[in-house]
């Protein structure tokens, strides 16, 4: 970033009166000085917004805000994403949030635990990263997640900068990377169980497919972004097997080196907001076997539909249409 616009950014932060800490060298910032349960100002929405794109997430700690605070808050930045089917945790009367509370996601659905489910979906480390809904054509934008109750230690989260990820590879890769397309599909990080799998045929039964650019243009800021997670992308378009395997392995490693990540301890009333355009990020597996609840309140912004180098856009497969969920 130019210091032009870093200086630019201060300003506005300062102007606003907020503050902007970075947390991590390329990712991540802590903003206090604001109370998102009162409402914002139009310059402390600049601020803010000016932030997430910067740093990809920010932190907001000490919050009070309820169910209707949450999706207020959301609104300034974009709307909200009214899922079909949520949670059995998740609220009623507000169908813009999503709870995720540990042992209750499955909850013995598929025949299995929620332990079990989380083994096979996180079987790999590169696995586990992701980013929300990848497998649409239009993903979500951005992600305001609001925690409720948290283990007394374990359950952190982690996000990671694609645009820094991209930047950081070699210039012949960039090259050849910006030319590629990636099939990104629901449950392609899963891993089945012996024998039948109810979870295996209702992922089969509910396809969700897209053939996104590998590295996508961001709408907002310009940056490339190299788009690769472990959890959605099956195939490089026109590669072998072979070949697609072993590029998404190094692909996926230079997206997760430490130094391009950020890792945020959760309190009660932690808020954190992030672009999921340019992050993915690695939910916690420390915690499910040390019987602690951890309650979280999920709100997505809609999102448009990637952009390649060349323009093209993202094609869906099965399963998605921009705006429709």
Known sequence: MTTDRALAEREAAEAAGIEVKPAA???????????????LAAAQVAAIRAAVLRWKVVFFRDQRLDHAGHVAFARLFGEPVVLPWRGKASPAGFPEIETTADRLELGG?????????LRRR??????????DHGARVDPPAATILRAETVPPYGGDTTWSNLAAAYAG?????????????AEHRLGVGY?????????????LDHQTATVHPLVRVHPETGER????????????AGLSRPE??????MLLEQATRPEYTVRFRWEPGSVAFWDNRATIHLA????????????????MLAGDVPAGVDGTPSEPVTGSEPGRW
Not at 109 to 117: A, I, K, T, V
């Open 25 to 39: 060298g390329h990712i991540g910032a802590d903003i206090g000085g604001v109370d998102l349960a009162e409402g």
């Open 109 to 117: 659905r598929f025949g299995m635990e929620h332990d079990e489910w």
């Open 122 to 131: 996180r079987h790999t480390l590169l696995r586990g990263w992701h980013c």
């Open 169 to 181: 590879l070699s210039a012949p890769m960039r090259a050849f990377v910006d030319t590629l397309r």
């Open 191 to 203: 891993q089945p169980r012996p024998g039948d799998d109810a979870y295996v045929r209702h992922l």
């Open 225 to 236: 972004v190299l788009f690769v997670n472990g959890y959605y992308v099956e195939q490089i």
């Open 244 to 249: 697609s395997a072993a590029i998404l392995e």
């Open 284 to 299: 916690p597996s420390d915690n499910a076997h040390l019987g602690h609840p951890r309650t979280m309140h999920r709100v």
